[in-house]
Every structure is written in C-alpha cells, then in structure tokens.
C-alpha cells in the first residue's frame, strides 16, 4: 500500500536532516525512535519527496509514496520501519518510475516489476523473439553505460523451455527487469538539481518503459 498527498510548497532539495534520520533508523528501528522523530520525518524526508513527485507529475504522471512501516507479517525480520522513502509512478501494474531517499542517500530508476507469470512469460517470449530481443538488449546497453545497475529477480539456472546456449540467456533468466541509478549523496542533494537528476534518469529510462509497456503489459 502507498500514500500520496497534494504537496505544499516548491520542491528545493532533501535537507540533510533526510540522511540523519534514516541513519538513526537504521541504528534504532524502533517504535519509540519513531515516535520521538516523525517530526522530522515529516518535514525532512516526506514532504521533499511529496514536493518531488509533484513536479514530475505532469510529464511522467502521479506518484505514490510507499508506506514507511513494514509488511512483518510473513518475514523473519520484525524491524517495524523501512529505512528509505520511495515513490512509483506507475504507467501500468508493475511498471513504471521510481525515486528513493535513505541514509546513504538518492537513487531513482524504474523498468518491470512482475506481478504475475503471465507477465514473465511474456518478457521472456519478447527476449527471445529476433525481432524484439535485440531492441531491449540494445536499451539495456545504453542503460548501463548512463550509469544504471540492472536489477530485478532471476532464476539462477536455466529458464524451463529455453535453450542454455542462447545469445540473450543473461536477460532471460530475469522474471522482471529494474534499473537503478545511486547518486549517493552530493551536495547539489539539498537543492533543486535534484529534482533535474531525478527528471533525467526517468527520461533516460522512458524508451525502456515504453517496451515494456508494448510487450509485457498489465498482469
């Protein structure tokens, strides 16, 4: 679950108080930190990103902030709060733009995050097809070489129904494709060329987004 929110005023940065915060988090995760810090919470790390997301709004859609509390339900870890703040702008289910703060600082990205098999089996169909495959290789490529990582969950081996030996076997072992860039914490964090960071890396991921859309699709 997510919330959003109408943002207040302008966006001018993530103050450094956002780093501190997720910092004694990650130190104390606890109820009582919590507590005695959503102040600045509030003022350091969710109205930033509301105000962020607000001026991405028109040209990549709305965004919503993830929930700070964790989902404990069926983990080992009992840990009551996340230690980042992310927002996703969804151009349909599981995939879309993505933006995060936490203490070691901002990273933003997007691509597929799989929903269901259906969408898997789809990616991969698309992997294998010589008139699709090279495309999505090719802006994976250029993915990397502008500074993203490639994430996402895989199969360690070999997809079932498809050949070891294939040229694009590294793709296909993907179920979904996430790409992220890590700035770290510079210092233009606390101004407004974050927001002009966060605007490139998602325009730079747009044609990635727009195959997905194409030939994965909604679950």
């Known amino acids: 679950m997510s919330t959003s929110a109408t943002s207040p005023v302008a966006f001018s940065g ?8 997720y910092a004694g988090l990650e130190a104390d995760n606890s109820k009582a930190y919590w507590t005695e810090h959503k102040q600045q919470w509030e003022h350091d790390v969710r109205e930033p990103m509301l105000a962020l997301v607000d001026a991405l709004e028109d040209e990549f859609g709305e965004a919503k902030l993830f929930r700070p509390n964790r989902d404990i339900r069926f983990s080992a870890d009992k840990s009551p709060y996340k230690t980042h703040l992310g927002a996703f702008a969804a151009t349909h289910p599981g995939c879309g733009y993505y933006v995060e703060i ?27 097809s010589e008139s699709t495959g090279p495309q999505l290789e090719q802006l994976l490529a250029a993915a990397r070489g502008s500074g993203f990582e490639v994430l996402g969950e895989k199969v360690r081996t070999t997809p079932r129904g498809y050949a070891a030996d294939h040229p694009r076997i590294e793709t296909l072992r993907h179920k979904e494709l996430m790409l992220i860039r890590d700035f770290g914490s510079p210092r233009w964090l606390e101004t407004t ?25 909604p679950a």
């Open 14 to 21: 993530f103050p450094h108080g956002a780093l501190d915060f």
């Open 102 to 128: 936490s203490a070691t600082g901002l990273k933003a990205g997007g691509g597929f995050h799989a929903h269901a098999t259906t969408q898997t089996a789809r990616l991969r169909q698309a992997v294998v």
């Open 193 to 217: 060329q974050a927001l002009d960071e966060v605007r490139g890396a998602w325009q730079a991921l747009r044609p990635l987004n727009e195959w997905f859309s194409e030939h994965v699709g």
